[in-house]
């Protein structure tokens, strides 16, 4: 724990309580307060760990206005822990805005290590893993949806999204639609509860597959999708080539614009292309 009054943002468990840390239950019954999305659904969490400290609704319609209050009391001397329902605070979950004007105040904010939903299922996908791209949810109506699937059609990097079990249906059919039946989908559900399951098949077989037991489209979903990769037959080869050798001498960036110009090609499917290949 800090000598001085600190704001800690403290992961809990996203099924297991097992996999809660030492040092997230040491900080949360040091601290003055606990700052938690739902005071209900956290308080089953203290209780089983024997935790008594304060806690405080902080959720997405009241945090801005709490922000004020909570500085006060950092300015008074204490220490608060923020913790949302699972997982790590601020993805996809209340935070930002707290620790925005925490950190603009002066006081610290000590981030602790833990669960998260996002890289926990990713490491058990199959997919590439060295460079991802976390997306958070995608709009719940068909139309909003498909036009960001469409913003991320050719995203060279493993996309990550939760998604809804009342909407993971509707939201693979439009993954079908707008990336084809075969980009690479993986979802993990239950992720360390009982009934976690991880499944990988083309966009179109992985959505049959869910479509045969409604028991596969319930609980906490991840939803993971293969980066876009173009085909080296997808180009000419004389663009490939000289794309290949002005990479040797240029930036990528600057040898796939004057590829482009030379062969009327796409500066940016060029540079993506570069990219997945190491140049």
């Known amino acids: 724990m800090e000598s001085k009054p600190t704001l800690?943002?403290?992961?809990?468990?996203i099924g297991n309580l097992d996999?809660?840390?030492?040092?997230?239950?040491?900080?949360?019954?040091?601290?003055d307060l606990i700052a938690c999305e739902d005071t209900r659904h956290s308080g089953k969490l203290l209780s089983h760990f024997g935790i008594k400290t304060k806690t405080l609704s902080v959720h997405d319609?009241?945090?801005?206005q709490?922000?004020?209050?909570?500085?006060?009391?950092?300015?008074?001397?204490?220490?608060?822990?923020?913790v949302s329902d699972a997982g790590t605070p601020l993805i996809s979950d209340p935070g930002y805005h707290l620790v925005s004007q925490v950190r603009a105040a002066g006081h610290p904010v000590v981030p602790l290590p833990g669960p998260c939903a996002a890289t926990t299922a990713l490491c058990a996908a199959g997919l590439p893993s060295d460079r991802f791209s976390f997306e958070g949810f995608l709009p719940a109506k068909s139309k909003g949806r498909q036009d960001k699937l469409q913003a991320l059609l050719q995203e060279p990097r493993t996309m990550i999204f939760y998604e809804s079990p009342r909407r993971v249906l509707d939201?693979?059919?439009?993954?079908?639609?707008?990336?084809?039946?075969?980009?690479?989908?993986?979802?993990?559900r239950e992720i360390t509860k009982t009934f976690?399951?991880?499944?990988g098949r083309p966009a179109a077989q992985l959505l049959a597959w869910l479509q045969e037991d409604d028991n596969r489209t319930r609980g906490e979903m991840v939803l993971m999708?293969?980066?876009?990769?173009?085909?080296?037959?997808t180009l000419p080869a004389e663009t490939v080539k000289a794309l290949k050798l002005l990479a040797q001498e240029l930036p990528l960036k600057k040898a796939a614009a004057i590829t482009a110009e030379?062969?009327?090609?796409?500066?940016?499917?060029?540079?993506?292309?570069?990219?997945?290949q190491g140049w």
């Open 8 to 13: 800690y943002i403290v992961p809990t468990p």
């Open 19 to 31: 996999d809660i840390t030492q040092r997230a239950l040491t900080v949360l019954a040091q601290v």
């Open 61 to 64: 319609h009241n945090e801005r």
């Open 66 to 82: 709490r922000a004020q209050w909570l500085i006060s009391k950092l300015d008074s001397g204490e220490s608060i822990a923020l």
């Open 171 to 188: 939201t693979l059919a439009d993954v079908v639609t707008v990336m084809g039946p075969d980009r690479d989908v993986v979802l993990a």
């Open 196 to 199: 976690e399951t991880i499944e």
């Open 225 to 233: 999708i293969a980066g876009f990769r173009m085909q080296d037959d």
């Open 262 to 276: 030379l062969f009327g090609q796409k500066k940016n499917a060029l540079y993506k292309y570069g990219l997945e």
